[in-house]
């Protein structure tokens, strides 16, 4: 076996020429049906990925099977016995976003927790209602500007921890339609929903070997030439699950009792009414009503009766991950005393030579409760830098891994770029040091309504992701020795991914 470099889809990727006779024939995927790459035998060792059937679907054939209500109602009929609706649990998910005063269902609401007199998620100031709550009202499974479009399935095997908690995320992204045709839907112009299920590692005590058949299944997707087949066979993951391993579709991978060990439901979302924070987080006294960008982050809970017992799914609207409120930089508090000290542990991870290795893991006491696009809350170089015994401990830390390049400066851009705003649109062409600059969203997404993806996915992070898949899958194909893994560390750390980024980075 040897290494080659081909271009797949307009980017490089490593690719691997396989012998049969190296990589011990052919091999079965999901539904024990063999499948041949053209020209030779499906086996054990990786193929070249093609973005489009292995790491970010968009083709209609595909999505034409993951209908908003599907996916809605699997996770449902998975969650919930109390003869819940999709449709429930929908308006109940974006009710979280209204006050009390304007709820339309039984809650929680955005006002339920209050911190310092103000409305908030984790301790951290919140915006309270969003125009978004709205849609509340409205159900997302009929034509209209109000119903959602799925845009994409996305494999991110890359997620997964080197110890094999877990298999990675496996997400579908929805974009309501209103944002394809520029019909607002009461006040929002533009809303994406992505539901971003942790897959379970069945068989944990064989460690990142246990997800091998996952790794396996998105690789054969690359030399299926059926369009069709393809579909099936995604339908099939998602929903009714590899032999042995859970659907992906399951409430319990998005939250519900898992701990941090599932996932997670995301919006990115856009009101021209809504009211915009202070610079520093809070809640802006202004009555000026202006357009803004946010992102929120939900997860799924269970509340039971006992006697008869029935559970019913709550969507709750939580921190939002890898996402440090942007005053802890700069303050002096107790607690953002302590998230400084522990941050002084992410300069190295920081310190990265490539786009895609730049990582950071926040303790979930410091997330904040959401992620504003259009502001400083989440500008950590606008929030730190004023703090010189910040600042001089980042130095400090820098001179002691021996890095000359990176300044204090430097590490905070780069902060920036893991949080989800910054990663979306604050930190889009900014200088990073070391010869980096972020990359460029779509304008805030990074897939929008037309499926157009952005220049960060396809020039990056995309590129990284299939050099993880086909690495993995040459380690453990007959002739091992033909890939070299991506990370030395990246081994059978917890903290660690198979990409060799800290577990729960944003990227």
């Known amino acids: 076996m040897r290494s080659l470099r081909s271009t797949i889809s307009g980017f490089a990727v490593p690719s691997v020429v396989a012998l049969s006779i190296a990589c011990g024939g052919a091999r079965s995927d999901d539904g024990g049906e063999a499948v041949a790459a053209a020209g030779q035998a499906s086996s054990t060792c990786a193929t070249t990925p093609v973005v489009d059937r292995s790491l970010f679907v968009t083709d209609a054939t595909a999505l034409a099977s993951f209908s908003f209500e599907d996916v809605l109602t699997a996770i449902v009929t998975t969650g919930s ?45 919140i915006q309270c209602p969003r125009q978004e709550g ?58 994406l929903i992505i539901f971003e299920a942790v897959l379970p590692n ?33 339908k099939s993951f998602y929903f009714t699950g590899l032999p042995g391993f859970d659907p992906v579709i399951l409430a319990q991978n998005y939250g519900i009792g898992r701990g941090t ?26 009555s000026a009503l202006l357009g803004e960008w946010e992102l929120r982050e939900f997860r799924l809970s269970q509340t039971c009766t006992k006697t008869p017992k029935q559970c019913t799914l709550i969507a709750d609207n939580t921190f939002v991950q890898n996402n440090p ?104 062409g900014v200088s990073l040091g070391g010869g980096l600059t972020w990359p460029q969203s779509n304008g805030f997404t990074q897939i929008d309504e037309n499926q157009n993806l952005s220049p ?14 086909e690495s993995f899958l040459n380690q453990n194909c007959g002739d091992a020795g ?12 917890a903290d660690v991914t198979i990409g060799g980024s800290a577990v729960g980075s944003a990227n």
């Open 482 to 493: 033909a890939a070299t893994p991506l990370s030395a560390s990246a081994t059978t750390s």
């Open 456 to 469: 960060a996915l396809t020039q990056f992070f995309l590129p990284a992701r299939a050099a993880v898949l």
């Open 325 to 428: 409120f942007g005053g802890l930089f700069g303050g002096t508090s107790t607690a953002a005393t302590a998230f400084q000290k522990e941050f002084i542990g992410q300069v190295a991870a920081l310190s990265a030579t490539t786009i895609p290795a730049i990582s950071m893991a926040t303790p979930n006491v410091d997330n904040a409760g959401e992620s504003d696009e259009q502001d400083s809350s989440n500008d950590y170089l606008a929030q730190g830098q004023v703090n010189t015994t910040l600042t001089a401990a980042i130095t400090k830390e820098l001179k002691a891994l021996g890095n000359k390049t990176l300044t204090a400066d430097d590490i905070l851009n780069r902060a920036t770029t893991q949080s989800c705003a910054g990663c979306h649109q604050v930190a889009t």
């Open 134 to 191: 709205k849609l509340a009202k409205t159900n997302p499974f009929k034509s209209g500007p109000q119903s959602f479009i799925p845009l994409g399935l996305v494999n991110r095997f890359d997620l997964a921890p080197a110890n094999g908690a877990n298999c990675g995320q496996y997400r579908v992204v929805f974009g309501m339609d209103g944002g394809k045709t520029g019909q607002a839907v009461d006040g929002v112009d533009r809303l």
């Open 261 to 286: 060990n599932t996932g997670q439901i995301r919006a990115n979302m856009f009101s021209p009414n809504a009211l915009p924070p202070e610079p520093n987080g809070s809640t802006s006294s202004n």
């Open 202 to 234: 069945p068989k944990p005590a064989d460690g990142l070997t246990g997800c091998l058949p996952v790794a396996q299944f998105w690789d054969d997707l690359s030399s299926n030439a059926s369009a069709t087949s393809r579909a099936a066979k995604l």
């Open 81 to 125: 016995t109390s003869g819940q609706t999709a449709l429930g649990l929908y308006q109940q998910m974006l009710d979280t976003l209204n006050d009390k005063a304007n709820g339309v269902t039984s809650g929680p609401h955005c006002d339920d927790v209050l911190t310092n007199g103000s409305p908030s998620i984790n301790g951290f100031s």
